[in-house]
Structure formats: structure tokens, C-alpha cells
């Protein structure tokens, strides 16, 4: 047998050396999907050489044999194979993993490249299960993962704000600037902003627009009147509101106008006809007709659960925005008279009639919403959900009329019970409510449903009411909220020949946005452009470690560590936006990615993103969403 030194001084001897940069030595290198063809790399069969590997071994064991032998070995099958394994590693039988479902389950399952189609899943369990009560988890739908954390904290913190106070996503009367109070001028019957000394100044230049940011001061009843010292500026102890654009129409230019206003300048929208008399249609701002347009319609927030026996089930929430307003769960929200139409408060001449009846009394306390699916479609190729779908919203309801059963009602005919004053404190969350008068139970204390065209919006306390419209009535905008869902149906292309409502995924597609704050929303958003990196992103987030979720993700980092990524392109301008928005966003107040707050420096627009140098502290910084500019006064 030759030395070491004899083999390294064979002049037979041929060393290959080893091109590193394709060593197969690190995973993170390994070429993938390589247009050469001399490194079209593919898994190799091991078995030759660790049979080389045993026979170099037993050699080295029994250096002496005689000749004419040889290794060999019997068949054996892959169980007696995997017993030996076991009993090697001192495991007696194996453990049994779960197997992931197979890949034909996995590609029956409905969807697209933004995700599975969750609410087509749930009802295809409930088919399979026959019953289904659990709670709404959409970990790969991106719309929920956004929103789903802030509106949970949201409707948490919801009932302890006042029922005066407008809430993000609402639409509301307002003006930029408001000199002294707003009265009724008794000579006109025109309700003027009236001076200090005593002057009318005219009517305040009202426009209709979206409330995308709330106060974060504690609101008070004088708010209401007046504008009242603050411990922070304007762009924080206001609320910031944008001017609606036409949900119908392709320009959405109008959201540029927007200004933080304090409490007084705003009023509910549903009341628009106080505020507007006698205005002519001409020279009223075209905002308002946007704002028209929507009050036939409603979109639901925050969907929590999902529960029903096949095939009916129903998708319990949170929210619902009607019309312009947004009602929560424990909210007191006003009924109007059953069967009222608009046309019944008109005369011949189509103005308003002075003796109405029956007047406005009965109120309830939300206690649940939900969207009810009527037989339910499971076939996962089919685009229908169910043959019906109805939101419901039920509670307990209360009048302020004591001949209540007079009058034809959708609600249990059982005997009126009045309340007493501690009951009334226990049934409404608002303070106060003891002011309007005397409550009376309705249907023996059951729970009530009705649908959103009984509802005409919140109640407020009745400090702010009467603050508000000078008195203590709750029909203050009963005729202004009817004609209002009338002419909407005329004019909303969007609501099917003989419905009455339009019904909105989101209230970004109700209102027809394409920017809330600034930032691109809706179809406009830039995880629109591109879903299945979003949906690599979720998976990342959701633990994935494939190589190919982190490509597609383009986070500019790999497994193994950073690395340099692909600057993000420049920001979309409104001439970009094309559609109204068709895409599902399940709640409002959840933005698209962070933008940039449009104050860099000017002699940036030509430099390269990827040239910027910014500090971990910088990128981690909060946008600054609030800011004290009114914005530019377009005119399209």
C-alpha cells in the first residue's frame, strides 16, 4: 500500500480545483430557475454513495479478505427498512404526524390571487357540518388583517365617546368658517350665523364631506355652538373632513379639498334641509348632491361571527353605516313611523305639510346586526353566496307615546309598560335621556329586528338636540332622510331596478373614494397592483419560510439575512384613478401601506429612492397624517 507522500508525488495524480461561486456548500446561492442550461441544478439521488460510503467502511474494518469475496445483501422492504431505522435510534414504533390535507382538497378550496375566498369556505363547512357557530379569523385575506385589530379596539372604545359626536366615515354637513352662531332669523325663517352685537351675517357656504379624522379632545355640548378653548391646535382638537366627490363619476379631485374644522361648523347631513332652506338647487355646492346620491345605501363593519344551521346562516357585526351615519352595537338609534313614505308628508305642491302625524316617538337600542344568508350556495365554481341576503338590526324598543298601539307597528302588540326613572338611566347608554319625557316598553320588553330603511339614525342626548335644532322633537330630519333615500334611488345607477338600498362592500366603494387622509384607498391602493406579493407577505407573517414566498414578497431580505431590495415606485396621482371602488375592504380607518407626507425637500423629484439614505429611526417614524395646511382650493 503507497505512503501519503508517494500518492502527492504521482505525476499521474490530476487535482481538479473547485470553483467556489458555484459551490454547492451554501443553500442561499444555489441558482434557481437558471437560463444557462450547464447549471439547470435538480436533486440528486444519494443511495450509490452511501453504499460506496458502507463499503469504504466495512473495508476499513476487515482490511483483510480473502479473494473472491464480495458486500452483498438481501431484499428488504421499506418497512423492515424504516423498523431497522427506528431500533437504531431507540424508538419502538413510529410517530405518526398529521398529514396536510391532499393537494386535491387544497385546490377545490375557492379564491384568487388575493387570497382565498373565505366567506364561500365558511359556507361550504357549513354545508359539510350541518352547524357552525365560531368566530371570523381571515389570517390570508388582507383587507381583515389591517383593519381586523383597529376596529376591535375601535367598537371597544366606542360607546364611552358621546352620540353627538361624528364619527370617521360619516357624512356630514359642514363649512370652513362660522362667525358667531347659527339662528333662526324670525323675519326670513333662514337660519343665519348671527354676530356678537347682534347682526345677521348671512348664510354659512355649506358643501357635504366625509369625516376621515375625529377630534382627539373630549367633545363637550357647547362644542356645538361654539368653539371653545382647546389644549391642542386645530389639526388635533378638530375634525378633519374632505369634500365629497361623485361616487358615480370618474373624478375623485374633490377629496383635495378638505379643512380641520372645529365641532360647530359641522351638522348631520340627514338634516340638510334646516340648514339649506331656501337655497335654490343651482347654488347649492355640487357636494351635496354626492352626499345625496349616497343615502339610499349601507355597508357593514368589522364582521365578527359566522353561525347557522344548512343552509341558512348569518355573519354577525359590529357596524353599519346607513345612509350617512354609522350605528354600533348599544346604540339608541330613532325609528321612524311604519309604512312612512315621503310622499305621504307632501302636499300636491310637493311642499312639506304643517299638521304631520303621526309624529316621531320610538327608539331602540341596538343589540345586535348581522347579514342573513338565505339558502346558502356551496358549490365552490358558483360567484352567488346565497339565494338571499338581508342585514338585520334588533334590540329593545322604546316609545315616547303612551297611545303607541294606536298606531299599526311591526312589533309584538303586548300592553305599553312605562318606565321608571332608573330604568330609563338602565336602558339607554346616552345621560339625560329622562329630559325627552316619560319612555314606555314596547312589545313586553322582547327583542325586536328591523331593517335599515326603518332606521333614520342616531339619537342624540337631548342636550345636543336641542342645541342642535332648537328642540327636543326626534323628527328633525325625518322628511330631509326620506326624500333623501328617494332621490337616491332615482339617481344612483348602482342600486338594482326595484331595491331600495344600494349595498356597499366597504364604505370606501359606498361613497365611491379614491383617497381617505391623503392616501390612495380602494382600487386606487398599491397592494391593488400587485396581490400575490401581498399574500407571500401574510404567509411570511404567518411563519412561512420558502424561498419563494421571500421572493415574491420583495422584501429586499432573505432567510438568511438582508439584503438590497427594490425601491418602492412613486406615489399614484389622481389621473391614475380611473374606477370607482369594486374591491372588498372590510373597515374603514385601516390605510393602505405608509406614504411618504408629500413635505420632502423640493430638489428630490429627479433623485433615485434607492440614493436616499434614511436611518432605522426615520423609517420607523409616525406619518404625520394631521397636519395644520387646509389644502388647495381646487376648481375641476
Given at each position: 500500500m503507497a505512503s501519503e507522500s508517494e500518492t502527492n508525488d504521482d505525476p499521474n495524480r490530476v487535482v481538479i480545483a473547485l470553483d467556489h461561486s458555484r459551490s454547492d456548500g451554501n443553500k442561499a446561492v444555489w441558482p434557481m430557475n437558471n437560463s444557462d442550461p450547464r447549471w439547470d441544478y435538480r436533486l440528486r439521488d444519494d443511495e450509490s454513495w452511501r453504499i460506496g460510503l458502507a463499503e469504504m467502511w466495512v473495508k476499513k474494518q476487515m482490511p483483510i479478505q480473502e479473494e473472491g469475496k464480495m458486500l452483498m445483501a438481501l431484499c428488504r422492504t421499506k418497512a423492515e427498512m424504516e423498523a431497522d431505522r427506528l431500533k437504531a435510534l431507540g424508538v419502538e414504533q413510529p410517530?405518526?404526524?398529521?398529514?396536510?390535507?391532499?393537494?386535491?382538497?387544497?385546490?377545490?378550496?375557492?379564491?384568487?390571487?388575493?387570497?382565498?375566498?373565505?366567506?364561500?369556505?365558511?359556507?361550504?363547512?357549513?354545508?359539510?357540518?350541518?352547524?357552525?357557530?365560531?368566530?371570523?379569523?381571515?389570517?390570508?385575506?388582507?383587507?381583515?388583517?389591517?383593519?381586523?385589530?383597529?376596529?376591535?379596539?375601535?367598537?371597544?372604545?366606542?360607546?364611552?365617546?358621546?352620540a353627538f359626536v361624528p364619527r370617521i366615515g360619516e357624512v356630514v354637513l359642514f363649512t370652513y368658517s362660522l362667525e358667531g352662531r347659527l339662528e333662526t332669523n324670525t323675519e326670513t325663517n333662514v337660519v343665519e350665523m348671527r354676530a356678537e352685537d347682534g347682526r345677521w351675517l348671512g348664510m354659512p357656504e355649506w358643501r357635504a364631506g366625509v369625516v376621515t379624522q375625529v377630534s382627539e379632545e373630549e367633545s363637550s355640548f357647547l362644542d356645538i355652538v361654539q368653539e371653545t378653548t382647546k389644549q391642542q391646535p386645530i389639526s388635533y382638537s378638530g375634525f378633519r373632513v374632505e369634500t365629497l366627490p361623485d361616487p358615480l363619476a370618474d373624478d375623485k379631485s374633490y377629496s383635495l379639498h378638505y379643512k380641520y374644522v372645529p365641532l360647530k361648523c359641522i351638522k348631520p347631513f340627514g338634516s340638510f334641509e334646516r340648514w339649506l332652506w331656501p337655497t335654490p338647487r343651482e347654488k347649492l355646492h355640487p357636494s351635496i348632491e354626492n352626499a345625496m346620491t349616497t343615502m339610499a345605501s349601507?355597508?357593514?363593519?368589522?364582521?365578527?361571527?359566522?353561525?347557522?344551521?344548512?343552509?341558512?346562516?348569518?355573519?354577525?357585526?359590529?357596524?353599519?353605516?346607513?345612509?350617512?351615519?354609522?350605528?354600533?352595537?348599544?346604540?339608541?338609534?330613532?325609528?321612524?313611523?311604519?309604512?312612512?313614505?315621503?310622499?305621504?308628508?307632501?302636499?300636491?305642491?310637493?311642499?312639506?305639510?304643517?299638521?304631520?302625524?303621526?309624529?316621531?316617538?320610538?327608539?331602540?337600542?341596538?343589540?345586535?346586526?348581522?347579514?342573513?344568508?338565505?339558502?346558502?350556495?356551496?358549490?365552490?365554481?358558483?360567484?352567488?353566496?346565497?339565494?338571499?341576503?338581508?342585514?338585520?338590526?334588533?334590540?329593545?324598543?322604546?316609545?315616547?307615546?303612551?297611545?303607541?298601539?294606536?298606531?299599526?307597528?311591526?312589533?309584538?302588540p303586548a300592553p305599553l309598560e312605562k318606565l321608571t326613572p332608573k330604568e330609563v338611566d338602565d336602558a339607554f347608554q346616552?345621560?339625560?335621556?329622562?329630559?325627552?319625557?316619560?319612555?314606555?316598553?314596547?312589545?313586553?320588553?322582547?327583542?325586536?329586528?328591523?331593517?335599515?330603511?326603518?332606521?333614520?339614525?342616531?339619537?342624540?342626548?337631548?342636550?345636543?338636540?336641542?342645541?342642535?335644532?332648537?328642540?327636543?322633537?326626534?323628527?328633525?330630519?325625518?322628511?330631509?332622510?326620506?326624500?333623501?333615500?328617494?332621490?337616491?334611488?332615482?339617481?344612483?345607477?348602482?342600486?338594482?331596478?326595484?331595491?331600495e338600498f344600494f349595498w356597499g362592500d366597504n364604505r370606501v366603494e359606498t361613497l365611491g373614494l379614491a383617497t381617505m387622509n391623503g392616501i390612495d384607498v380602494g382600487p386606487a391602493a398599491d397592494q391593488r397592483d400587485n396581490p400575490l406579493r401581498w399574500q407571500a407577505i401574510l404567509r411570511i407573517l404567518k411563519g412561512s419560510t420558502s424561498e419563494s414566498d421571500y421572493r415574491t414578497a420583495d422584501l429586499g431580505i432573505t432567510r438568511t439575512g438582508p439584503g438590497p431590495g427594490r425601491p418602492r415606485g412613486a406615489r399614484k396621482t389622481y389621473s391614475a384613478v380611473s374606477k370607482n371602488s369594486k374591491l372588498v375592504r372590510t373597515g374603514l380607518g385601516a390605510m393602505t401601506e405608509n406614504e411618504d407626507s408629500g413635505e420632502g425637500p423640493s430638489n428630490t423629484a429627479d433623485s433615485d429612492p434607492s440614493d436616499m439614505d434614511l436611518s432605522e429611526t426615520e423609517l420607523m417614524a409616525p406619518i404625520p397624517f394631521r397636519e395644520q395646511s387646509e389644502g388647495p382650493e381646487y376648481v375641476p
Open positions: 410517530v405518526k404526524s398529521p398529514r396536510p390535507p391532499p393537494r386535491e382538497m387544497i385546490q377545490e378550496l375557492p379564491g384568487d390571487v388575493n387570497g382565498p375566498d373565505y366567506w364561500k369556505i365558511h359556507v361550504m363547512d357549513l354545508k359539510k357540518k350541518g352547524t357552525v357557530d365560531e368566530e371570523i379569523d381571515h389570517p390570508f385575506n388582507l383587507d381583515w388583517v389591517l383593519t381586523h385589530d383597529y376596529l376591535k379596539d375601535y367598537f371597544v372604545r366606542l360607546p364611552l365617546q358621546p349601507y355597508s357593514l363593519l368589522h364582521k365578527v361571527r359566522f353561525k347557522g344551521t344548512w343552509p341558512n346562516a348569518r355573519i354577525g357585526c359590529k357596524g353599519i353605516y346607513i345612509g350617512p351615519e354609522l350605528l354600533a352595537v348599544a346604540d339608541t338609534v330613532r325609528l321612524k313611523p311604519f309604512g312612512l313614505k315621503a310622499e305621504d308628508m307632501e302636499s300636491s305642491q310637493g311642499e312639506l305639510k304643517s299638521d304631520l302625524e303621526p309624529p316621531l316617538n320610538d327608539v331602540m337600542v341596538i343589540e345586535a346586526i348581522w347579514l342573513e344568508l338565505g339558502d346558502c350556495d356551496a358549490d365552490p365554481h358558483s360567484e352567488q353566496l346565497a339565494r338571499s341576503m338581508v342585514p338585520f338590526i334588533a334590540g329593545k324598543v322604546y316609545t315616547r307615546d303612551p297611545h303607541r298601539l294606536n298606531r299599526v307597528m311591526p312589533f309584538d346616552q345621560v339625560g335621556m329622562r329630559v325627552y319625557g316619560r319612555w314606555y316598553r314596547v312589545a313586553a320588553g322582547k327583542t325586536c329586528v328591523v331593517t335599515p330603511g326603518m332606521i333614520l339614525g342616531r339619537c342624540y342626548e337631548p342636550e345636543a338636540t336641542q342645541l342642535h335644532f332648537g328642540t327636543t322633537d326626534l323628527d328633525y330630519d325625518l322628511h330631509g332622510i326620506l326624500s333623501g333615500r328617494r332621490y337616491s334611488v332615482q339617481v344612483d345607477a348602482r342600486i338594482p331596478a326595484g331595491l
